[in-house]
């Protein structure tokens, strides 16, 4: 049985993904551990990076879905689990943006909340997430890259009513099956980035 630990896994993408392995055809080959605020796992502080790494250590881990989003955390969970997986034969997926390649397309709807720090910290992971897979060697540890266009979750809500998008805006369920999908590949394929999305923001 495989082991994923999910960071985020009471909401949003995170807790799609936990349903989908618990309902799916393949659920009784997976374990699932999950990290998030509700259940005490305050992922601001280093102190708790420190202890989901731990706890993954512990209880044999064999996939980290790193998917809370933290300023400066989520790159510190992403290092400080590779530091510890390097060598073994694990697979960490970060949950990014496609947002990270520009913040262009937020714009263009006319909307002025300020996305820089939020845009900043995914292309600081999707830099480090490319950097650490592109040292991947049969029986080393595997680093993916998911970068979801835009997903219909309690964070997007104030998006309601812009126009257009319901035209582009994906379910959590539909990015947890990519997740799923990439969990399932074999040890030794390495799937450094995917990046996707259902249209283009139109104003």
Same mark, same amino acid.
């Given at each position: 049985?495989?082991?994923?630990?999910?960071?985020?896994?009471?909401?949003?993408?995170?807790?799609?993904?936990?349903?989908?392995?618990?309902?799916?055809?393949?659920? *009784?080959?997976?374990?699932?551990?999950?990290?998030?605020?509700?259940?005490?796992?305050?992922?601001?502080?280093?102190?708790?990076?420190?202890?989901?790494?731990?706890?993954?250590?512990?209880?044999?881990?064999?996939?980290?879905?790193?998917?809370?989003?933290?300023?400066? *955390?989520?790159?510190?969970?992403?290092?400080?689990?590779?530091?510890?997986?390097?060598?073994?034969?694990?697979?960490?997926?970060?949950?990014?943006?496609?947002?990270?390649?520009?913040?262009?397309?937020?714009?263009?709807?006319?909307?002025?909340?300020?996305?820089?720090?939020?845009?900043?910290?995914?292309?600081?992971?999707?830099?480090?997430?490319?950097?650490?897979?592109?040292?991947?060697?049969?029986?080393?540890?595997?680093?993916?890259?998911?970068?979801?266009?835009?997903?219909?979750?309690?964070?997007?809500?104030?998006?309601?009513?812009?126009?257009?998008?319901?035209?582009?805006?994906?379910?959590?369920?539909?990015?947890?099956?990519?997740?799923?999908?990439?969990?399932?590949?074999?040890?030794?394929?390495?799937?450094?980035?995917?990046?996707?999305?259902?249209?283009?923001?139109?104003?």
């Amino acid at each position: 049985m495989k082991k994923i630990a999910i960071t985020g896994h009471t909401r949003g993408i995170g807790k799609a993904l936990v349903h989908r392995l618990e309902t799916s055809g393949n659920n *009784n080959l997976f374990s699932i551990k999950g990290f998030s605020q509700s259940t005490g796992y305050n992922l601001q502080r280093v102190s708790t990076v420190k202890k989901v790494v731990q706890e993954c250590l512990d209880w044999e881990a064999d996939v980290l879905v790193n998917n809370a989003y933290v300023p400066d *955390n989520q790159v510190r969970l992403l290092y400080s689990m590779y530091e510890q997986w390097v060598d073994k034969p694990k697979l960490i997926i970060n949950m990014g943006a496609i947002s990270s390649d520009s913040i262009s397309n937020f714009a263009q709807m006319g909307y002025n909340k300020d996305w820089t720090p939020y845009v900043s910290d995914k292309a600081r992971l999707d830099w480090a997430s490319l950097q650490l897979s592109n040292q991947f060697k049969p029986g080393m540890c595997r680093v993916t890259m998911i970068k979801p266009g835009m997903v219909d979750t309690d964070s997007t809500e104030w998006l309601k009513g812009i126009s257009n998008i319901d035209d582009i805006m994906m379910t959590a369920d539909s990015v947890a099956e990519m997740i799923e999908w990439v969990i399932t590949l074999e040890e030794n394929t390495q799937m450094r980035n995917l990046s996707f999305d259902v249209g283009n923001f139109n104003g």
